[in-house]
C-alpha cells in the first residue's frame, strides 16, 4: 500500500503512527535523501529509510513521539560512530526528521444549550471533530450545528450505547440538569477517551462524584475529570466558558507543560487538603 494511503487510513481508524523522513545526508548512506518510512502504533511499519541500526534508532524515536506527539529531528554521523557500521553503510552523516500521525481529535458535547452552541463554534475552530447529543430534537439539529461531525437527537443511553470514544477522544457534559450529566458521566469515566469535562458548581460536582463512587465506580476514575469545567480565566457567559472549555482542550491536546489555572475540583483536592483557600466556581 502507498505510504500516503496507509497514513489517511490510519487516522481514519483513529489510530497513531509516525513518519521517518531523510531531510539531510552527506556522502555515502544506506537510503536516500527524502526516503520515508511510516511506523504504525503496533510497532509495524511501511517503507525503509535504509535498515540496520539507524532504522533500529529511529524506529524507536518514532514510538516516542507517537507519545509525546512532539515531532524530533535524529542526526546521525555513520563516520565517526561505530555501531553504525552493519555492512549497510559506507560512511555519511544525515538528519532524519520524524513526525507523529495522529487521529482527527474528537470532541463529543452532551446537551446542546447555550454553552453547547457556542462550544461547538469555538472548538471546530481549533480543529476538533463536534459530534453534538441530546435528547430534544429542537436542541440537536443541523440549524444550531449545521457544520458538525454528526447530530445525535435521541436519549443519552441510547446515544452513548452506540459510541466508542477513543484515546484521541474528548467528552463535554454540558445537559440541561444534574441528572443528565451524572448520567452521561457515569459512562464517560469508563470510556477510554483522554479528556472528561463536566460544566457546574463545585458544590455540584461533590454531589455527583459522592453518588456514583456509592455505585461502586472506582474514585481513581475521577482523577482526569475537569469538574467545573475550562480554565479559570473568570468566564461568565456562555461566549466565555466556551472559549474557557477549548482552551483547556487545547492544553490537554497540546501537552501544556507549565502549569494552568485548572478550576477542576478534582485538580484542586490536593490544594484543599493542605489548608490552601479555593474559590468556587459556579457555571449554572
Known amino acids: ?41 503496533d510497532g509495524s511499519i511501511l517503507g525503509t529509510i535504509g535498515g540496520g541500526c539507524v532504522e533500529a534508532e529511529v524506529w524507536q524515536a518514532a514510538r516516542e513521539v507517537m507519545e509525546s506527539e512532539k515531532p524530533r529531528t535524529l542526526s546521525f554521523d555513520l563516520n565517526q560512530d561505530p555501531k553504525y557500521d552493519t555492512g549497510l553503510v559506507c560512511g555519511g552523516t544525515l538528519e532524519v526528521f520524524v513526525e507523529p500521525v495522529l ?95 463536566m460544566i457546574g458548581s463545585k458544590r455540584k460536582t461533590i454531589s455527583i462524584f459522592r453518588e456514583l463512587t456509592k455505585e461502586g465506580i472506582p474514585a481513581h476514575l475521577f482523577d482526569r475529570v475537569h469538574a467545573p469545567v475550562g480554565l479559570d480565566i473568570g468566564a461568565v457567559t456562555p461566549e466565555e466558558i466556551a472559549v474557557a472549555i477549548t482552551a483547556e482542550l487545547i492544553a490537554t491536546r497540546r501537552q501544556a507543560e507549565r502549569e494552568l489555572p485548572h478550576m477542576s475540583w478534582f485538580k484542586l483536592r490536593e490544594a484543599e487538603s493542605s489548608g490552601a483557600a479555593v474559590k468556587e466556581p459556579e457555571q449554572r
Open 103 to 197: 487521529p482527527p481529535a474528537s470532541l463529543y458535547v452532551f446537551g446542546a444549550g447555550h454553552v453547547a452552541v457556542n462550544l461547538y463554534r469555538v472548538a471546530q475552530n481549533a480543529g476538533f471533530d463536534v459530534t453534538v447529543i441530546d435528547d430534544r430534537e429542537a436542541y440537536a439539529s443541523r440549524e444550531r450545528f449545521p457544520d458538525a461531525k454528526e447530530v445525535i437527537a435521541e436519549e443519552f443511553e441510547n446515544a452513548m450505547a452506540k459510541l466508542q470514544p477513543s484515546e484521541a477522544s474528548y467528552i463535554v457534559i454540558t445537559t440541561r440538569g444534574h441528572r443528565d450529566d451524572m448520567r452521561v458521566l457515569r459512562w464517560a469515566v469508563q470510556t477510554r477517551a483522554r479528556y472528561i469535562g
Open 1 to 41: 500500500m502507498d505510504l500516503y494511503e496507509e497514513i489517511v487510513a490510519l487516522r481514519r481508524q483513529g489510530r497513531r503512527g509516525a513518519v521517518a523522513t531523510i531531510v539531510s545526508a552527506r556522502g555515502s548512506i544506506p537510503s536516500f535523501k527524502t526516503a520515508k518510512m511510516l511506523v504504525r502504533d
